[in-house]
C-alpha cells in the first residue's frame, strides 16, 4: 500500500501507517513527511507511478476534501481513484470500480474506522459482470 497526502492530510496519513502496522500491511510513504504547507501533486504523482510500476498494488492518498487527490490522481494512467470515507464506500469503490487509488477526506474520515476501511481495501476484489460493462462505457468515453 503506497500512501500520500498533503498538509491537510498528513495527520490522517500518519493514523493510517499506523493502522497500517498493526495489520501487519507493509506500505511505502510517498509524502508529505512534515505537516508544513505544500501541494500534494508531486506526492500524488510518485504514488500512481508505483502503481503503474507494479510496486504498490493501491494507493490511500488523503488531502482536506479528498477531491484535490482523487482528481489528481485519476489523471494517471491506470489509476482509478475514488473517494471514500467508510468501510462502505471503500469496499464498493474496490468491488464495483476496481478502484486502486482511495482518496480520503482528511475532515470527514474517522480515525476509528481506518482499520475497518483498510480490511475492506485488502479484503474485496472486482465484481466484474455488470461493473466491467460499465467500465469499458467509461473507458470509450473518457
Given at each position: ?64 476534501s479528498g ?24 469496499e464498493h ?50
Amino acid at each position: 500500500v503506497g500512501l500520500c497526502a498533503d498538509h491537510s492530510g498528513f495527520d490522517l496519513k500518519e493514523n493510517i501507517k499506523q493502522t497500517l502496522v498493526e495489520l501487519k500491511i507493509p506500505y511505502i510513504d510517498f509524502g508529505t513527511y512534515i505537516n508544513k504547507d505544500c501541494d500534494y501533486n508531486s506526492f500524488v504523482s510518485q504514488a500512481a507511478k508505483a502503481i503503474e510500476k507494479g510496486i504498490c498494488d493501491y494507493i490511500i492518498g488523503s488531502c482536506k476534501s479528498g477531491n484535490g487527490v482523487n482528481i489528481c490522481a485519476n489523471k494517471h494512467k491506470n489509476i482509478r481513484a475514488s473517494m471514500v470515507f467508510d468501510a462502505y464506500t471503500a469496499e464498493h469503490a474496490v468491488r464495483h470500480n476496481a478502484a486502486n487509488f482511495l482518496s480520503m477526506p482528511s475532515k470527514y474520515t474517522q480515525v476509528e474506522d481506518l482499520k475497518k476501511i483498510i480490511k475492506a481495501l485488502k479484503e474485496s476484489s472486482f465484481d466484474g459482470g455488470r461493473h466491467m460493462t460499465r467500465m469499458h462505457k467509461t473507458l470509450k468515453n473518457g
